[in-house]
């Protein structure tokens, strides 16, 4: 039996205990976004429920308010992929973030990690992972 499956990507769904914070901080932050208002919805006191925030061509969808979220991000890594990984660096520590300095890692790729105030770790990498000859 062949497998027709033909996957067309992949979301990352981040639960966060206030999404308008963690859409704030992502966008001002890391640079994503704009949010589109279109594409979030509200709770009734007009908060955060679900929504999503570009990253260039793909997005992440964002869960808000949720009274009792899991342990966020522990445990979670994303990987981005930039085309300037010293320019992501710059940005986020003119945010007056904590950040990583770039650095050129052995399996290929330039990058610089931070993890948000959720416990979401971000690294930013410039170029590809490179497997060794087999």
Known sequence: MTDQTH????????RYPDGDAAA?????????????????????SGGWQEGELAIGPTRIDISGGSADPPESGAGMLLIAHVADVDAQYDRIRAAGVDVDPPKDEAYGP????????????WYFWQGEAVYPAQ
Request: overall charge positive.
């Open 24 to 44: 704030d901080w992502l966008t001002r932050v890391l640079g994503f976004g704009p949010v589109d208002p279109r594409r979030v919805a509200r709770d009734s």
């Open 7 to 14: 996957f067309l990507g992949v979301t990352a769904y981040l």
């Open 110 to 121: 330039r990058t610089c990690h931070v993890t948000d105030p959720w416990g979401y770790r």
